[in-house]
């Protein structure tokens, strides 16, 4: 039996995440912004799995609701054995180059809403010492390139507070996880033309779930070959990276 | 990972000027914006060109599947129109319900099975799909949406059962139920040597079994003409502890594209031989779990591949049973003499209950669906002769099995194709609607 909590619960990622998790004696919190998709996973869930749920409507530009979302959430869950965090967006990083506004508030659901949420869900895994926090986040963040720097830098951002996070949650035993998929075909990506890298949100998932049986607590590529593309990227020498048009 | 949106029947090949995906029923992107016309896909088991818009959108709808509710009391069930029969079976079985009507695979999904009014193994006594759907939402280009019912929307309701997908978009669905007792079918196999006793068969069975379909020789001439197997059954009654214990199905793939020559006149008939021989007694019984009584082909994964790269062509007529199945006999003996046809042959009696569908298929009669390997002219050529039989009696094609029709065979199965007109969204249309609208050059 696990306790989950998942935030961006309708993300598609997160929904294939979440229907391999509503088995046995599970128990799913779900957060997300909108409250009919919300409630439309819900009864989906219900029908096909015969499972407990709870939902939480919770936009995550709101910080000062992030309180009475955990409070809730643990009054349910008691325990949390799992977080997984899956909200996020796409910029459209020339209109951030030219609204400081949309890259301020991109930055802010891609960067700090995680942080803060990360900090708040660290001290409860503190108390419990126990526990598994999965972020999603993106092989954008390993290099900057000039077509979406501000994902990449918010994505960044993250996996670096990341990093100190599990040097600092390790000695309570709790494990940080931290997922860079590749491209994934999902509502997020629908307006870009396809190709061979990308993948179906249901294998991220299973990556995910098999990082988390397995309570690893480091920084993985999905699907794995990622971890070979972005070494060749990370290793294109500034001068010749600064002339392609990646 | 790109997606190639094909038909079952891998014919006629399209090109799509975009496919988007849809995700949400709460959130479908502005229809009236999108610049070419749109057609929705499913699951893509329409044989010929009815699930394809060449050059123009497909609205995947295969995302759109989620359950919404489901009262176990009632049987009575709710859910987005891109859920599939498969997964809707998962849900439903072990809580003691069936579908009231179900095609032979259950690979489609609910919006398709609308769109197309499916019909099964039941049809002499339950007609078709869209006889048990009580109500469905309608999404129009102009972003109106419409509860459909028998007493709401009753003109729009008619038009999209059977309506190919062109009257709109649905969204969900809801139908009933039937209730069954357990996961297995008392399943009977009778052999029979020619039409004669088909038809008598067919006449004694209909009224004490609920299932009733026949595999049919299609290449046998002389004294074995018009043999094949009668397949009979009804949900068994049996308590749960006398049941067998059930086996994980198994699925094997269809591995590679076969080529074509492995298909000719003379491993036809070995393969119809074997078939009809794989039955030594004259009549067994036994019972059977529902998948592989309803969907034998379900379990070799893309078996259309079957027939080579250039697909094939599924021919299904429906014609009266009025001479004592003059016509059927017509058009067996035609195929059998052409030497083409497979072993997939297929012959039902179908029943007088009425659809609401205007331009759905099933009517009372008799019908026959059969593969061809397509050999291009050869093969329409054949198809030319059997449209005469069939019009010649009165009878009509199922567009969801067609790449080959002509406008004028299209009318004269459909008496109400004008009036369907109106019922049509300016943004929606497909493949086959093009060519089976198609003026004389």
Redesign the interface.
Known sequence: MKNILVIGATS?IAQTFIERMAVGDNKLFLVAR?K??LS??K??LR??KNINITTFILDVNDHNNYDSMFNTAKSYLGRIDILLMAHGTLPDQKECEEKVETAVFEFGINALSIIVLCLKAAKIFEDQKFGLLAVITSVAGDRGRQSNYIYGSAKGAVNIFLQGLRNRLTKYGVSVLTVKPGFV?T?MT?HLP???L???PEVIAKGIVKAINKNKSKEIYLPGYWRIIMFIIKSIPGKIFNKLSL | MKQHYKSWGLYPPAKHKNVIKLHWISDIPDLSRIETLVLPYGLGRSYGDNCLNNDNTLLDTSGISRFIEFDKKSGIIKCEAGVSFAKILKVIVPNGWFFPVTPGTKFVTVGGAIANDVHGKNHHTAGTFGKHIISFELLKSSGKKYICSATKNTELYKATIGGMGLTGLILWAQFKLKPINNAYIDAETIKFKNLDEFFELSEKSSKEYEYIVSWIDCTSRGKNFGRGLFFRGNHSSLDKSELPQPKPPKRLPFPFTAPAFLLNRFTLKIANAVIYRSQLKKHTKGIKHYDPFFYPLDSILNWNRMYGKRGFFQYQCVVPYTDGGTAIRQILECISKSGKGSFLAVLKTMGSVSSPGILSFPREGVTLALDFANHGEKTRKLFADLDEIVKSVGGALYPCKDACMSPEMFRFSYAEWKNFNKYIDPKFSSSLWRRVNKEKE
């Open positions: 598609a909108d009919d998709k439309t996973i009864n989906d029908i096909k075909d509502p629908a396809k190709n061979l990308f993948s179906k």
